[in-house]
């Protein structure tokens, strides 16, 4: 490999790099505004578990304040959609940062609004702690489809979801 070559590389390896630092930036800031800056999310207790485009995940301890059923012992079917709901609107803001990164900044991410949200109740929510995946099924220009799931500490699936955002 040439000189010119080899500076053209080093170049091009630099531009990489620093679209994976704002690509992380952006992230870590999608993941900050998740957990901390929407005061129900705190509430709830979720956490990110993972920021994967293609199946994001957020996490939540089973706690007293989310039990629906004292004599049960089992989580309120309302912390279910809530969660639900939130982490498909994650997925869509991490699916539209894949698929136009050049159009989000940390500053601005896409506005996401529940047009509609299904949830199947499969078993009782007991567990330890709990885990939402969603997956975007379809990100049109105003609209997207996610489908979720939620799981507990065991694997055992507690609930499903499917909803319909409006994306600006």
């Known amino acids: ?26 992230e870590a800031a999608i993941g900050a505004a998740f957990e901390r800056m929407i005061p129900f999310n705190r509430l709830l207790g979720l956490q990110i578990e993972s920021l994967d485009p293609e199946a994001p995940k957020l996490k939540f301890d089973m706690r007293p304040e989310l039990v629906g059923n004292p004599v049960r012992q089992i989580l309120h079917g309302g912390v279910i ?17 894949a698929a136009k990164p050049e159009l989000l900044t940390v500053t601005q991410f ?13 078993r009782p929510g007991r567990g330890k702690h ?27 699936q507690i609930a499903t979801g499917s909803a319909a955002y409006i994306v600006d």
């Open 130 to 156: 709990f885990v939402a995946t969603g997956r975007v099924v379809r990100l049109g220009g105003r609209v997207a489809v996610v489908h979720m799931d939620l799981v507990n500490d065991t694997g055992e």
């Open 1 to 26: 490999m040439g000189n010119r070559s080899l500076a053209r590389a080093r170049s091009l390896l630099g531009v990489i790099g620093m679209a994976k630092l704002e690509m992380e930036g952006i």
């Open 110 to 122: 896409p506005n996401i609004g529940t047009i509609d949200l299904r949830v199947d109740y499969l």
């Open 81 to 97: 959609s809530a969660t639900l709901d939130v982490v498909g609107g994650l997925a869509i803001a991490l699916a539209s940062l």
